[in-house]
């Protein structure tokens, strides 16, 4: 089904044909129509116009309104205050709106694809090997999960990019620690059985906390492993399956946090830090010819005039240590230029922490005075604020560790069962632990999701799985209700009658499902899902209200004012459905 022009941009269209039939010289204004509370949309561009030609506002909104014509489209119009037009939308244009979206049986609701897509690299969801996931691995993934919906949903062309933490110095350390303590490495369980995914990891993470002790505080060790770390960059065959069994291990756990977290992540979209070892070398020797890089005490360094240290000197890059070996530099320039070259993109979003950003603002640089990044291919941090505690400081456990992600998850997912079962109505126990995951999850996921990314946020479980407020929860609560008020209905269905008039509540949920495809398109093109998170509440919000002063089945309407009511609650229904599914959120049929 082709797209659905919304009631916005056909007024959008109306008013510019009229300022240009009033100025010819106002062809390209923009009406700068907005919604309004004095009417349905006011427009305010026609001030900027009276400057431009020095005409008087008030009389040159007045001939514009000369030129608009009222029908089923624009039923009326006003000039208002300085120059302001207000206008009201004609209810069969809503209603005819409504049954367009209706009609669209791709799930897409009439929401256009972009004409041109670019193609996009999203980097996020980046754990380490041999680590457990831990709450500061939440927003990346959730995030950048988001976002990838959000741009694939308007037609971009997105490559998903995994960069997991997979080598240096670390697995030198932790491969020569189990060389020198194999009995520590138990993939056994007590009984006898394989161990979970997730015990497994325990163990590795345990291990490796284990190594770091050692490595810290013993000399020679620290040598022996650091010379372990040049056998696995050389290839040594026995260093080299050591790292491998630890890179598969950790991909199981991986994959398992990420089924919890209902996201799907594919092994061909995780290229992490070995995936650039071949590119390393050309990197420097590109970087260093073209003089973009230069030596410094044997280090490959980049400096910049911005940026300094406390005792005012310049801080560098530093590409390649003077030892030889690479840092993380080097292998997210190489990143850069496998992505740019190799996967042709033109835009790279890095969903990355905050505190990474002076890291990646030299990277950035870096990768512009090279020419691996210009006007036409451009790369950005999409930079996440810190989760925190209840009490505003960074969320950790009563012990002062940094919470596990699957402990974080599995509690989430026990309040939202305790709650889906204090509201069950005749679901099975299978029931309401499915739906406890789908509502714990989402929950998760929205209170993240519904603040900037760029600001910290407080992980209140309690508030979450609240049924009251702006939760997923009470989203998905308004997405079941509807769906079962239209199984109540029986055999009246939604259907259009344009010919009747709206009560203001129906208006009201109407213009606001009209601007879904406007929201999507605004919150992909800023890579901003809270736009859209505020969207939905308030959509769900408008819906309460409808319902509440709207009759639908009880008491009975006329049959024709039940279908219009029952075509609104569908299309609603529709649209938060689709809407959650951006966010990668779902929404059980029933609760």
Same mark, same amino acid.
């Given at each position: 089904?082709?797209?659905?022009?919304?009631?916005?941009?056909?007024?959008?269209?109306?008013?510019?044909?009229?300022?240009?039939?009033?100025?010819?010289?106002?062809?390209?204004?923009?009406?700068?129509?907005?919604?309004?509370?004095?009417?349905?949309?006011?427009?305010?561009?026609?001030?900027?116009?009276?400057?431009?030609?020095?005409?008087?506002?008030?009389?040159?909104?007045?001939?514009?309104?000369?030129?608009?014509?009222?029908?089923?489209?624009?039923?009326?119009?006003?000039?208002?205050?300085?120059?302001?037009?207000?206008?009201?939308?004609?209810?069969?244009?809503?209603?005819?709106?409504?049954?367009?979206?209706?009609?669209?049986?791709?799930?897409?609701?009439?929401?256009?694809?972009?004409?041109?897509?670019?193609?996009?690299?999203?980097?996020?969801?980046?754990?380490?090997?041999?680590?457990?996931?831990?709450?500061?691995?939440?927003?990346?993934?959730?995030?950048?999960?988001?976002?990838?919906?959000?741009?694939?949903?308007?037609?971009?062309?997105?490559?998903?990019?995994?960069?997991?933490?997979?080598?240096?110095?670390?697995?030198?350390?932790?491969?020569?620690?189990?060389?020198?303590?194999?009995?520590?490495?138990?993939?056994?369980?007590?009984?006898?059985?394989?161990?979970?995914?997730?015990?497994?990891?325990?163990?590795?993470?345990?291990?490796?906390?284990?190594?770091?002790?050692?490595?810290?505080?013993?000399?020679?060790?620290?040598?022996?492993?650091?010379?372990?770390?040049?056998?696995?960059?050389?290839?040594?065959?026995?260093?080299?399956?050591?790292?491998?069994?630890?890179?598969?291990?950790?991909?199981?756990?991986?994959?398992?946090?990420?089924?919890?977290?209902?996201?799907?992540?594919?092994?061909?979209?995780?290229?992490?830090?070995?995936?650039?070892?071949?590119?390393?070398?050309?990197?420097?020797?590109?970087?260093?010819?073209?003089?973009?890089?230069?030596?410094?005490?044997?280090?490959?360094?980049?400096?910049?005039?911005?940026?300094?240290?406390?005792?005012?000197?310049?801080?560098?890059?530093?590409?390649?240590?003077?030892?030889?070996?690479?840092?993380? @530099?080097?292998? &997210?320039?190489?990143?850069?230029? #496998?992505?740019?070259?190799? %996967?042709?993109? +033109? *835009?790279?979003? =890095?969903?990355?922490?905050?505190?990474?950003?002076?890291?990646?603002?030299?990277?950035?640089?870096?990768?512009?005075?090279?020419?691996?990044?210009?006007?036409?291919?451009?790369?950005?941090?999409?930079?996440?604020?810190?989760?925190?505690?209840?009490?505003?400081?960074?969320?950790?456990?009563?012990?002062?560790?940094?919470?596990?992600?699957?402990?974080?998850?599995?509690?989430?997912?026990?309040?939202?069962?305790?709650?889906?079962?204090?509201?069950?109505?005749?679901?099975?126990?299978?029931?309401?632990?499915?739906?406890?995951?789908?509502?714990?999850?989402?929950?998760?996921?929205?209170?993240?999701?519904?603040?900037? @990314?760029?600001? &910290?946020?407080?992980?209140?479980? #309690?508030?979450?799985?609240? %049924?009251?407020? +702006? *939760?997923?929860? =009470?989203?998905?609560?308004?997405?079941?209700?509807?769906?079962?008020?239209?199984?109540?209905?029986?055999?009246?269905?939604?259907?259009?009658?344009?010919?009747?008039?709206?009560?203001?509540?129906?208006?009201?949920?109407?213009?606001?499902?009209?601007?879904?495809?406007?929201?999507?398109?605004?919150?992909?093109?800023?890579?901003?899902?809270?736009?859209?998170?505020?969207?939905?509440?308030?959509?769900?919000?408008?819906?309460?209200?409808?319902?509440?002063?709207?009759?639908?089945?009880?008491?009975?309407?006329?049959?024709?004012?039940?279908?219009?009511?029952?075509?609104?609650?569908?299309?609603?229904?529709?649209?938060?459905?689709?809407?959650?599914?951006?966010?990668?959120?779902?929404?059980?049929?029933? %609760?």
């Amino acid at each position: 089904m082709a797209s659905v022009t919304s009631l916005s941009d056909s007024v959008q269209q109306h008013l510019a044909s009229a300022l240009t039939a009033t100025r010819p010289e106002a062809a390209g204004v923009d009406p700068l129509l907005r919604r309004s509370d004095r009417a349905d949309y006011q427009a305010n561009g026609i001030l900027a116009l009276a400057k431009k030609t020095k005409a008087n506002p008030r009389e040159l909104a007045t001939e514009v309104v000369a030129h608009l014509t009222t029908g089923d489209l624009i039923k009326d119009v006003e000039v208002s205050g300085p120059g302001f037009l207000n206008i009201t939308i004609g209810d069969r244009a809503i209603i005819g709106n409504l049954a367009a979206r209706y009609a669209d049986d791709t799930g897409r609701l009439g929401v256009p694809r972009a004409g041109h897509p670019g193609t996009t690299v999203v980097d996020y969801a980046q754990p380490n090997v041999a680590k457990e996931m831990h709450v500061g691995h939440l927003r990346s993934a959730v995030i950048g999960d988001s976002v990838v919906q959000l741009l694939e949903f308007t037609g971009e062309n997105v490559v998903r990019r995994h960069h997991i933490g997979d080598w240096g110095t670390q697995f030198g350390m932790l491969i020569q620690y189990l060389e020198e303590h194999p009995h520590e490495l138990d993939h056994r369980a007590a009984g006898g059985g394989a161990v979970s995914g997730e015990e497994a990891m325990s163990n590795l993470d345990r291990l490796y906390k284990a190594a770091r002790r050692l490595f810290d505080s013993d000399e020679e060790f620290k040598t022996r492993a650091r010379r372990r770390v040049v056998d696995l960059q050389a290839g040594e065959p026995k260093t080299l399956a050591a790292w491998q069994r630890f890179v598969d291990e950790s991909k199981i756990y991986f994959f398992s946090v990420f089924e919890k977290l209902d996201m799907e992540i594919r092994d061909p979209d995780i290229v992490g830090e070995s995936g650039y070892n071949d590119m390393l070398a050309e990197t420097c020797r590109l970087l260093e010819e073209s003089g973009v890089a230069v030596r410094s005490e044997g280090a490959l360094c980049v400096f910049f005039d911005d940026i300094k240290g406390p005792d005012g000197n310049q801080v560098p890059l530093i590409v390649q240590k003077s030892d030889g070996g690479y840092g993380y @530099a080097a292998t &997210d320039l190489s990143a850069i230029r #496998d992505r740019v070259f190799g %996967l042709k993109a +033109d *835009t790279l979003l =890095y969903v990355v922490d905050a505190r990474q950003s002076l890291h990646f603002k030299m990277v950035f640089e870096t990768a512009r005075r090279a020419g691996w990044l210009s006007d036409d291919v451009t790369a950005r941090q999409l930079a996440f604020g810190t989760v925190l505690g209840k009490d505003g400081k960074p969320f950790k456990t009563r012990e002062g560790e940094t919470v596990r992600l699957v402990d974080l998850l599995d509690e989430a997912v026990d309040r939202a069962s305790a709650v889906v079962r204090e509201k069950a109505q005749d679901l099975s126990e299978e029931e309401i632990a499915e739906r406890g995951a789908q509502v714990g999850i989402g929950a998760v996921k929205y209170a993240d999701l519904s603040t900037s @990314a760029n600001r &910290d946020y407080k992980f209140d479980l #309690d508030q979450m799985v609240s %049924l009251n407020g +702006d *939760t997923s929860v =009470y989203l998905q609560y308004a997405y079941a209700r509807i769906r079962s008020i239209l199984r109540k209905a029986g055999e009246v269905g939604p259907a259009a009658h344009p010919e009747l008039e709206l009560a203001a509540a129906e208006r009201a949920l109407g213009l606001h499902v009209d601007a879904f495809a406007e929201t999507v398109a605004e919150a992909a093109k800023e890579y901003a899902p809270h736009k859209l998170t505020a969207y939905l509440y308030q959509l769900a919000s408008l819906f309460t209200s409808f319902y509440d002063k709207c009759p639908v089945i009880k008491p009975a309407p006329p049959r024709e004012v039940a279908e219009n009511r029952l075509l609104l609650c569908e299309v609603t229904a529709r649209t938060l459905h689709q809407g959650l599914a951006l966010l990668g959120i779902r929404t059980p049929e029933r %609760l």
